[in-house]
C-alpha cells in the first residue's frame, strides 16, 4: 500500500517546525553548545554551591538556626532553580557557604562558591577580578549614629572616630566625602557589622558607615538594645549584583535569565515585599533599575 504525497503545505510546516526547535536550543544557554566552566560542573555534580553572608540583614543573613535568608539568598534559589531547568535535572543540590565581606572574592576565584549571594558592589575595578550578574539592587553609604548622639550632621564628626569594615567602597566613599567636605576624622577598620554596632555600644567609636540599606536593617534588627540615627548624608552610589567568577559567559547567562524574567514578570516584587515590605514601595531608582534590566528573551 503506497503511502500519499507530502503536500508542499506539509513540507513547508515540517521545516518551520525544525527551525523552531533549532532555535529553541539557541536561546537555552544550557543547550546552546558543549557544556564549559561552573555548568559543566553542575551538570556532572548536581551541586551549585551559593555563598550567603550571615548578619547583613536584610540582604543576606542566618536565621536563628544557622538557615541562609534574605534577598540576595532568594535571588540566588530563584538562580538556582532556573538553572537546573535549563540543565535539565531532576534535581539540583543546593550547598551554602558562609562567606565574609573580607573572604567573599577569594571563595569566588578559588571555587569555594559558584555565586555569592551578598550585598557586593559592582565596580569597574573588581571586574577585573569577577564578574557580576544584571543589578539587583541600588544603594548607597551613609552612616549611623546613637540616637542620643549630639552628632547630627555629616560635618558634626569632624574630629570624631568613624568606623568601616576595610576593603569595601564604602571605606572609598567614606573617605571621599571627607576629603570633598574638608573633614578631618579618624576611621576605624572593623571585620564586621557587629563589631561597629558594638563600638557604638561602648562608645569607643562615633558612628559607623556602611551602604544605607544594611543600616536600617541592623537598625530594626537591634532596636531592643541599641538606638541608632541614619546619617543627613548619603555618601555613593552603590549598585549590588550577585558575584560569579570571571570568564563564565553561560553561568553568567543562565544567572541573568533567570533575573530578568524575574524582573519582567513582576515577581521580583515579591521577592522585594517579603524583605523590604516594612519599608515602603520601592522608590522610583529602583523601580527604574528593575525596569531597565527586564531585558527580553
Known sequence: ???????PL????RILSAVAIAMLLLNTPALAAELTGTLKTIKDTGVIKLGF????????????????????PDLCLRAANGI???????????????????????????GAIDLECGITTNTLSR?????????TWLDGANFVVR??????????????????????????????????????????????????????????IDAYASDQTVLIGLAVAVSKSLKVRLGDKQLSYEPYGLMLRKNDQDFRQAVNTVLARLYRSGQIVQIYDRWFGKLGKPNEFLVLMYQLNALPE
Open 1 to 7: 500500500m503506497c503511502s500519499r504525497p507530502i503536500t
Open 10 to 13: 506539509e513540507t513547508l510546516v
Open 53 to 72: 553572608l550571615s548578619e547583613s540583614v536584610p540582604f543576606s543573613f542566618a536565621d536563628v538556626d544557622g538557615t541562609p535568608r534574605g534577598y540576595s
Open 84 to 110: 537546573q531547568e535549563q540543565l535539565g535535572l531532576q534535581k539540583l543540590d543546593v550547598q551554602w557557604v558562609r562567606v565574609s565581606l573580607e573572604t567573599r572574592f577569594d571563595a569566588i576565584k578559588t
Open 127 to 135: 571586574q577585573k577580578d569577577v564578574d557580576f550578574s544584571l543589578m
Open 147 to 204: 540616637d542620643n548622639s549630639p552628632y547630627k550632621t555629616f560635618s558634626d564628626l569632624a574630629g570624631k572616630k568613624i568606623a568601616v569594615i576595610p576593603n569595601t567602597t564604602t571605606v572609598w566613599a567614606l573617605k571621599q566625602a571627607l576629603e570633598k567636605s574638608f573633614i578631618s576624622a579618624e576611621i576605624v577598620e572593623v571585620h564586621s557589622h557587629v563589631e561597629g554596632l558594638e563600638g557604638l555600644t561602648k562608645g569607643t
